[in-house]
């Protein structure tokens, strides 16, 4: 008992390994319940029409993409399923493009022609400002796409000058960066706007939704399993979900289990 | 003329001008007052894309001190950190990739390398936060027993067993999130937007001059 | 990527994996020689996407005759000036320039974005059905506590308002607990959702279970 209290933390390290593998190869296939702000993103991007543009500000970065991955290749998969409607990708993050490259040929499965249906500005440098720059002028703020192709060589980019031409704004909240878009993009153009947010800024996302800034959410990989669930797909996100499961389950028992040995203890928990 | 041109005045003045001009471009519909406001902040962006080797030159600097002293156990790894480095960046140059292009090596460095070792060590926060919460989440009084029992809706939630042994979880979480959450944070939201703009106020004001330490 | 490199890519992934994981039982020189691998690379890496954001800013807006962007590319280029000490002082004129840019945005942004719509957004209608008027009530009462905790911490002479400042601030309390409670279990879910995706890729795609 001594050697397990001086290695606790170690034993609870294995016991996490131990618990995530075993509810990795036994999978349970619990059914996945769709919550109210998953449902909204679906339906807000559901109903773009035939010629609306999409603007997806793909500001990702390689550390927290295990999260979201799974979340970002529904929507982007989704994006693509939706007939007649255009996308405009960019990212205000070095790894975006990286990212990018690895997400495009699973997700473009319906026959998108890229400078006709969608295109990848890339990297453009400058944070909030980036972002203040391709709201107000997207060809001025970035000339050329990712491959070096000027802008007004692309088909689709004939009508998309600025944020005004855009009908939808998709991008992926990985913390304060968020405040960005709600000030830069949201609140100037009245654009309806929908996350992909990561679990750790989910409270402080939720004002926005409460006053409808923000249109709709889904949250790291929980989310990424209502929306495949909505779209008729079965991807990364549900391989993941079963074993979340098993986890928190052991996590809220062995927290039950310490208030319950903390409250036997004589006051103060001595 | 070189001790005024060192006055601190100057970067003060510089910040007030940018600042104003791009507050006000966002208030007041003039023109010459909007376009200044848009060549201001793209050259913002490409002042921020210059000093994109500050942060190499700082690197070389830290890890050289510590190959020449020979630190003792640290040294080697900088001098590997440094030669990966400028290898990274040769591959990356030899591949095009300032220029569009892109290559095999170049995708297997930031797929397999870049990508795994950052993520790994990021997870390495959720063995440590596991342990934590463990510690962390007793009931000791009233307010921490609410922070418990909002966290524990939070989880069952989020994971499909919780939903499944009570189908209210969800509903019920997604009232604590857009209901109880959404009040709590918008108060909290509020009163760092008034910090955020008076502060704001005071750094273009000249007052705050906190950012201008580096010159001393 | 032929399936041989992509092979040999999954396993190097999967042994710096590994190199990464055993801190978890024990400091050594495998997780050392990993961590310097990872700035590394990362450092590299932003350098060469950079130089591209940088040759898409400038380069090609010079080549089309727009002479004005020397003037911010010369600004850039004085804030290296910070490692000279003799001609440090000229690095605050690019610097005071992006705080004026940065603070001058998200100012104008919060006044709007955070301040006025989200006053809007708090000041909710007392009609609808129950729930949504129990709803906008909840809303309404913890949005006006909560500002009045961190806004005033002011110890009133009377006693009677003193003490109905104070139970205000307590009630605010019990909303800022519910806040955090929410946030920290979301902080934990990212945590725990890393893990758990580092752990399938060994499993399912190095090892192929």
Known sequence: ???????????????????IVFASLVPTGLPITVSEATTKMYQGLSGLKPGDVVWFSFDQVFVVLPEVKAS?????????????????ITSAYADGPAIYEGMISVTNKYGKVYGTDYVFLGYVVGNEMSIANLAKDIKTACPVDNYGTPL??????????????????????????????????????????????????????????????????????????????????????????????????????TIVAVNINYWRKPRGGK | MSDILKRKEIPIVITAFVGIVVILSYFVTFDPLQSTANTITSWGAIIVASMLFIGLINLCQVHLN???????????????????????????????????????????????????????????????????TIHALKARNLESGIFLISSFIIFFWAMPVGT????????????????LTAGAYRGILLGISLGLISFGIRVIAGIERGYLRRGD | ????????????????????????????????????????????????????????????????????????????VLTYLTFIKKYAWLSLW?????????????????????????????????????????????????????????????????????????????????????????????????????????????LFEWLHL
């Open chain 1, 1 to 19: 008992m001594k050697t397990l209290q001086k290695n606790e933390t170690k034993v609870i390290n294995a016991a996490i390994i131990i618990v």
């Open chain 1, 72 to 88: 970002i290749q529904a929507v982007l998969q989704h994006l693509f399923m939706i007939q007649g409607i255009k996308i405009l």
């Open chain 1, 152 to 253: 007004s060589q692309l088909p689709m980019m004939n009508n998309v000058n600025s944020a005004s031409d855009i009908a939808r704004y998709v991008t992926i909240t990985l913390g304060p960066q968020f405040y960005w878009y709600i000030r830069q993009v949201v609140a100037p153009y009245k654009i309806p706007m929908y996350t992909i947010s990561v679990g750790y800024f989910l409270s402080e996302i939720m004002p926005f939704f409460a006053s409808g800034q923000l249109g709709g959410y889904i949250v790291g990989l929980k989310g990424g399993a209502e929306y495949e669930t909505l779209i008729g797909t079965k991807g990364l996100a549900s391989r993941g979900a079963d074993a979340m499961s098993l986890v928190y389950g052991l996590l809220m028992v």
């Open chain 2, 66 to 132: 510590r190959i020449m002293k020979r630190e003792k156990g640290v040294w080697p790894f900088s001098a590997w950190l440094l030669v990966a480095m400028f290898g990274t960046i040769i591959i990356g140059l030899w591949a095009g990739v300032p220029w569009g292009g892109t290559n095999d090596s170049w995708v297997f460095i930031y797929t397999y390398i870049n990508t795994s070792i950052s993520q790994t060590i990021f997870s390495l926060f959720g063995f440590y936060v596991i342990s934590a």
């Open chain 2, 164 to 179: 499944y042994i009570w189908a209210g979880f969800s509903p019920l979480g997604d009232w604590v999130m857009n209901v």
């Open chain 3, 1 to 76: 990527m032929d399936a041989f490199t992509i092979g040999v890519g999954t396993t190097v992934a999967a042994l710096f994996t590994l190199m990464i994981y055993s801190i978890l039982f024990k400091e050594n020189v495998l997780y050392r020689f990993a961590e310097s691998t990872a700035i590394a690379v990362a450092v590299g890496y932003g350098v060469v996407t950079t130089l591209k954001s940088l040759r898409t800013s400038t380069y090609i807006p010079l080549t089309n005759g727009n002479m004005l962007v020397l003037i911010p590319l010369f600004l850039g």
């Open chain 3, 94 to 202: 690019p610097i005071g320039f992006l705080t004026g840019v940065g603070l001058g945005l998200s100012v104008r942004g919060a006044i709007q974005a955070q301040l006025i719509e989200q006053i809007d957004a708090t000041i909710l209608p007392l009609t609808g059905s129950s729930t949504d008027l129990f709803n906008n009530i909840i809303i309404f009462i913890s949005t006006i506590a909560v500002l009045y905790y961190f806004l005033f911490t002011i110890n009133f002479k009377n006693p009677t308002v003193n003490s109905v400042s104070e139970g205000v601030r307590k009630f605010a309390r019990y909303f800022i607990m519910v806040g955090l409670g929410v946030g920290f279990s979301g902080a934990s879910l990212s945590w725990i959702v890393d893990v758990i995706v580092r752990i399938q890729f060994l």
